[in-house]
């Protein structure tokens, strides 16, 4: 399984941008969204299910992001709207097999794209 994480960017407070996780290899699975800004723990954001109809977001997000897949494109989404400085950091997706809720689930890792908010 490999993952290709792409999107992210500088941008204004207040501003949007749309990370996008494409996969190959086994595609089924559950995918994540995580960051790590400096000097901070890794924070888990979204998920999906691999049907798409269950979604999860950490309360710091929620109203302002979304998560989405398209499986016939083998991709998932994450659209940032509305974004803080405290949004910045290097955003991660995973997938994993299991309970899409559980961070723990997630064991295939992309490689991550920075995300800049300034104030």
């Known amino acids: 399984v490999q993952l290709q994480a792409s999107g992210g960017g500088l941008v204004q407070a207040g501003g949007s941008l749309r990370l996008s996780c494409a996969a190959s290899?086994?595609?089924?699975?559950?995918v994540g969204w995580f960051r790590q800004a400096p000097g901070r723990e890794r924070a888990f954001v979204a998920a999906?299910?691999?049907?798409?109809?269950?979604?999860y977001y950490a309360d710091s997000v929620k109203g302002r992001f979304t998560i989405s897949r398209d499986n016939a494109k083998n991709t998932v989404y994450l659209q940032m709207n509305s974004l803080k400085p405290d949004d910045t950091a290097v955003y991660y997706c995973?997938?994993?097999?299991?309970?899409?809720?559980?961070?723990?689930?997630?064991?295939?890792w992309g490689q991550g794209t920075l995300v800049t908010v300034s104030s």
């Open positions: 290899g086994r595609t089924f699975d559950a």
């Open positions: 995973a997938r994993g097999v299991g309970n899409y809720n559980q961070e723990q689930i997630y064991t295939y």
């Open positions: 999906i299910s691999s049907g798409g109809n269950l979604k």
